[in-house]
């Protein structure tokens, strides 16, 4: 941004040569552009890049400000113009799409308010204009025949406003950039790397390279621009863990995000807004071609600007690093996050939820939009949508015996697991026939096994979260199997006051009365319940049972209730609210979860380990989330 086209109050050019290979401008330091050069022309306040109006070529057509082609920039020929050396030392600039066709002042006004076009260039004043640097990267425009300077009416943010001229004034109305239509300005993931897809992006979490870059805005406000030095309307949300919302929303801003698309395909975007009044065409996620993804966004009455819910949208997106523009096409709403998960939610699943059904539950139709089906030949379980715990943390407070491993080859796995994968030797493993097999494995003493959680790559809030699990035989110690959540905000709020909700858990009645094959355990902890929490359990029919079949564990969650069932989601077994806690308790769960699997092996309910040989595998079918529509 350091080049300037000459120092001095007034820019004059001639035609020599030094002037030919004076740079006009650069949107970064290494490149050095000459007269011919197409340019985008960015204005300061809006972002938006001057073009011809409907990408007009005949004379008389509207030179106006619009949303560049590209986002930040625009390799739309309408919205490149270069420029050309007047024999008055003045630039006439010319459009790329009709390159006859120069900026011109309408009737040759040379009065404030006279407006633009483009007009076949025939050597007159009104056509001629000369770019004067502002030391800030940014340059006016001075008309030859009235000294007055190239303006955005009004200081206005909209499409389509016609551009005229006016008595410099210095505002950002009369300030433009020049950036190459190849560029991206500047523009860089916040905190260096694109986020991760599927994935959650943190709507804080704008790219860099500010207004008409990052992001465009039509004023500045917020409570919590702290959070970053280009911070704009940002302010901390009241529940806890909520972080950082986006709000002030107005029709034609915009913000944009870098992400990094693992896979190709559909994917089920869940947006996390608060709108005291409903909002329709709220907004919506387009491209860096400024291709709609999403169609229109509406935003439900949630009652109030921190009343958090959820809506969906589906897109289609290539693999590889990409950038996306969050598109505000009306007031009045806020939005915390937005996270993508694989498929698609139309009238069933597609994508990774294919062939999945959705699901009605008391009049509600839940939709799927984060499957995990475990297909595919046998191999390690997937380390891009699961994390995996490793070691044993200290008995991982209750006192556990096992060792978790990842993958082989997972970062900062324990000495103690394998390096090659073997489904003989590996405590978790894809088994080739639709299944995740967690299984427990002595080796020279020591206990492994697998423990697999979300946290990071996929939150769940309201909807039927459930698994399909055959269970281990836990009929003698030993062995604690599990299906359960824990708080997002674990890492800055502590258990349990952070909440836990175990949706399947299961050991042996000669520990503390356990379940055994016979039932399931279901409990949530919170702050004052803590260790023991408050729960219930489910027993099954005679002849059936824990290790001899699949069954599907899960819960249906609403604001402020947690219904929990097994093998049918219309008949809970146990409802908790928060009247079920103790008086003086914090309800946890109306924030974001993520989920773990796993089996511990010893511990306060996995009991004695003297006992235990050769035992069973946890086998999944498949975990899904599915959402209300």
């Given at each position: ?51 011809a109006s409907a990408q007009g070529t005949a004379n008389g057509t509207v030179l106006q400000m619009y949303t560049c082609a590209n986002g930040t920039y625009s390799s739309q020929l309408s919205q ?550």
């Amino acid at each position: 941004m350091k080049n300037r086209f000459l120092q001095s109050a007034s820019i004059r050019f001639t035609l020599c040569v030094f002037a030919l290979l004076t740079p006009l401008a650069s949107l970064r330091a290494q490149d050095t552009l000459t007269t011919g050069t197409p340019f985008n022309i960015v204005n300061q306040n809006s972002g938006l890049c001057i073009g011809a109006s409907a990408q007009g070529t005949a004379n008389g057509t509207v030179l106006q400000m619009y949303t560049c082609a590209n986002g930040t920039y625009s390799s739309q020929l309408s919205q490149e113009w270069s420029f050309t050396s007047a024999s008055s030392g003045f630039y006439e600039i010319a459009d790329a799409n009709a390159t006859a066709e120069t900026w011109n002042v309408v009737g040759n006004g040379t009065t404030s308010g006279s407006l633009m076009q483009i007009w076949s260039y025939s050597g007159n004043a009104n056509e001629e204009f000369d770019p004067e640097s502002l030391a800030n990267g940014y340059y006016r425009f001075v008309g030859q025949g009235s000294g007055l300077c190239l303006d955005v009416p009004g200081n206005s943010t909209a499409n389509s406003v016609q551009l005229d001229i006016y008595t410099c004034n210095g505002t950002t109305a009369q300030a433009f950039k020049l950036v190459t239509p190849s560029a991206s300005s500047g523009e860089e993931p916040y905190g260096g790397s694109p986020a991760a897809v599927p994935g959650t992006v943190e709507a804080e979490n704008y790219d860099t390279g500010g207004q008409g870059v990052g992001y465009r805005v039509s004023s500045t406000n917020g409570t919590g621009n702290n959070y970053r030095s280009d911070g704009v309307d940002l302010e901390v949300t009241t529940d806890t863990g909520g972080g950082y919302d986006l709000g002030w929303t107005a029709s034609g801003q915009y913000f944009r995000y870098t992400v990094n698309v693992a896979t190709a395909g559909a994917y089920t975007v869940t947006f996390r807004v608060a709108a005291p009044g409903a909002v329709n065409d709220a907004f919506h996620l387009s491209n860096s071609s400024g291709t709609d993804l999403s169609g229109t966004v509406n935003v439900p009455a949630t009652g109030g600007y921190q009343a958090w819910a959820y809506v969906t949208a589906t897109v289609t997106l290539p693999a590889g690093e990409q950038t996306l523009t969050l598109n505000q096409d009306n007031a009045a709403w806020n939005i915390n996050y937005f996270s993508f998960a694989q498929g698609s939610s139309s009238s069933g699943g597609t994508g990774a939820c294919s062939g999945v059904s959705n699901l009605s539950v008391g009049g509600t139709t839940y939709t799927p939009i984060w499957c995990q089906e475990f297909t595919g030949s046998a191999g390690p379980p997937s380390t891009t949508a699961w994390n995996f715990d490793l070691g044993n943390n200290s008995g991982w407070g209750n006192g556990e015996v096992e060792v978790y491993c990842g993958p082989p080859g997972y970062p900062n796995n324990p000495s103690q697991c394998p390096t090659t994968f073997s489904t003989s030797t590996s405590p978790a493993y894809i088994d080739g026939n639709g299944h995740l097999v967690i299984q427990p494995r002595n080796v020279g003493g020591t206990w492994l096994s697998g423990r697999m959680n979300t946290e990071g790559i996929q939150n769940f809030q309201y909807g039927i979260l459930e698994a399909s699990i055959q269970l281990p035989n836990t009929t003698n110690e030993g062995l604690w199997p599990a299906f359960w959540t824990l708080g997002s905000d674990i890492t800055t709020v502590p258990w349990p006051t952070s909440g836990e909700a175990d949706i399947m858990e299961n050991w042996s009645p000669q520990v503390d009365g356990g379940a055994g094959t016979t039932g399931n355990n279901s409990t949530v902890h919170t702050a004052e319940t803590g260790g023991d929490g408050v729960g219930g359990r489910y027993t099954f029919p005679s002849g059936q049972a824990t290790d001899t079949a699949f069954h599907t564990y899960g819960i249906v969650w609403t604001p402020n209730e947690m219904q929990f069932f097994v093998d049918n989601a219309s008949t809970p077994f146990f409802t908790v609210t928060p009247s079920s806690l103790p008086s003086g308790d914090t309800w946890p769960f109306n924030a974001d979860l993520f989920t773990i699997l796993n089996v511990a092996i010893g511990g306060t309910l996995g009991g004695s380990t003297s006992g235990l040989t050769n035992p069973g595998p946890m086998t999944v079918d498949y975990v899904r989330y599915y959402t209300a529509q």
